[in-house]
Every structure is written in structure tokens, then in C-alpha cells.
T-cell receptor, first 110, second 115 residues
């Protein structure tokens, strides 16, 4: 089955700086790559996603890039704010079998 | 709009006991999922279901049983609970159909402790 690796496991940035989280996947059949944000004690919620026919997608301060050849994708958050502090999960999916990375705990220092 | 709800939210049980976690969604979503969340492992897929009476194993199905007699319900049963099944369990649903994949909507989670 699909295996998703996520790095780094923890990331600390100063408010206003950018944050980058990287993921790799193993199954070349995977065609959907979402990113979820989970605040402490809450449920995961989708923040952005990308499909395999697209190389990059942006939504205000967040962007995701996908390199199908290398089987890796990344989340970029610009102008980070304290409310961006959370755990972020990447995932890869084919035919609704969705597998998640282990998560990155992002801390934004004011 | 209740969305997707899980019960119980918290459960303490003993090794060897049977436990059922309930999941109910009001959106008539076709797909439903069960994940467990453990520190250092992220979210691991236990089982998922494409529709009533259709279920598939995920990454970590051993020790779990699921059923889906109605579209809106997807209970997860631990037939003989073990300490290693202590975890937070998340149910999720997705409105996609067929082989398409889309956003998962998660329930609030059920925290299970096996003593």
C-alpha cells in the first residue's frame, strides 16, 4: 500500500517568516494530495489540496507544489501568524484509500 | 445540520472486552472511513466503505471489525480490546462517488483507553 513520509516532524518559525513542509509518497498511482491542519484537541480540517494533473495551487498565504516524477509534494505558508500554530498532515490517495504522513508540529513565535 | 458525529467521545475499557465506536453522518456521503491517531504515527487508516455493504481494509485492520448496513452509519468494533488499541479514533466521510477522491470531513474523535 501507499507510504507517505513527512518532514520535518517539528518546525518553529518567527511570525512573518515562511514555513515549508515536505512529503514523499511511494505509490505512483496516487492522484490526490490534500493537506490537513489539526489544532490542539480538534479534528483535522482540510486547508488545501492538489490533484495529479496540477503542479501548483495557491490559496492566499498557503500554496502546495507537486512533483509527480520525484513523488514529492510540499506545503508553503508565507507570512506566518501565531494562529498558524498547529499540526499539519499531508496525505496521498488513490481510489479513496487515503494515507497520511506522521504530521509536522508548526510553532509560530510572536 | 449535525454533520458527522461520533459516540462515545470518551471510553475506558479493560483488556479483552468488546467495544463499539459509533459514527453517524447526516450528509448522505457515500464514503466513510475510520482512522486511529497515535503520537508519531499520524492518522492510520483502519477501514473504509464506499457504500452500504461495501467495506475495504486499510493500513491497520487487524483486531477491528466494521459494518455498514445503512449509508449514514459506520460502526467500528474492537472484538477483544488490547492495550495497543488505546488511541484516538476518528471517523470521516466524503461526498465523492466512484473512484474520485475528495475532502474528508472528520468527526470530533473518540478517545479510547484500554486498561
Amino acid at each position: 500500500g501507499e507510504n507517505v513520509e513527512q518532514h520535518p516532524s517539528t518546525l518553529s518559525v518567527q511570525e512573518g517568516d515562511s514555513a515549508v513542509i515536505k512529503c514523499t509518497y511511494s505509490d505512483s498511482a496516487s492522484n490526490y494530495f490534500p493537506w490537513y491542519k489539526q489544532e490542539l484537541g480538534k479534528r483535522p480540517q482540510l486547508i488545501i489540496d492538489i490533484r495529479s494533473n496540477v503542479g501548483e495551487k495557491k490559496d492566499q498565504r498557503i500554496a502546495v507544489t507537486l512533483n509527480k516524477t520525484a513523488k514529492h509534494f510540499s506545503l508553503h505558508i508565507t507570512e506566518t501568524q501565531p494562529e498558524d500554530s498547529a499540526v499539519y498532515f499531508c496525505a496521498a490517495s488513490y481510489n479513496n484509500d487515503m494515507r497520511f504522513g506522521a504530521g509536522t508540529r508548526l510553532t509560530v513565535k510572536p | 445540520d449535525a454533520g458527522i458525529t461520533q459516540s462515545p467521545r470518551y471510553k475506558i475499557t479493560e483488556t479483552g472486552r468488546q467495544v463499539t465506536l459509533m459514527c453517524h453522518q447526516t450528509w448522505s456521503h457515500s464514503y466513510m472511513f475510520w482512522y486511529r491517531q497515535d503520537l508519531g504515527h499520524g492518522l492510520r487508516l483502519i477501514y473504509y466503505s464506499a457504500a452500504a455493504d461495501i467495506t475495504d481494509k486499510g493500513e491497520v485492520p487487524d483486531g477491528y471489525v466494521v459494518s455498514r448496513s445503512k449509508t449514514e452509519n459506520f460502526p467500528l468494533t474492537l472484538e477483544s480490546a488490547t492495550r495497543s488499541q488505546t488511541s484516538v479514533y476518528f471517523c470521516a466521510s466524503s461526498r465523492v462517488s466512484g473512484s474520485d477522491t475528495g475532502e474528508l470531513f472528520f468527526g470530533e474523535g473518540s478517545r479510547l483507553t484500554v486498561l
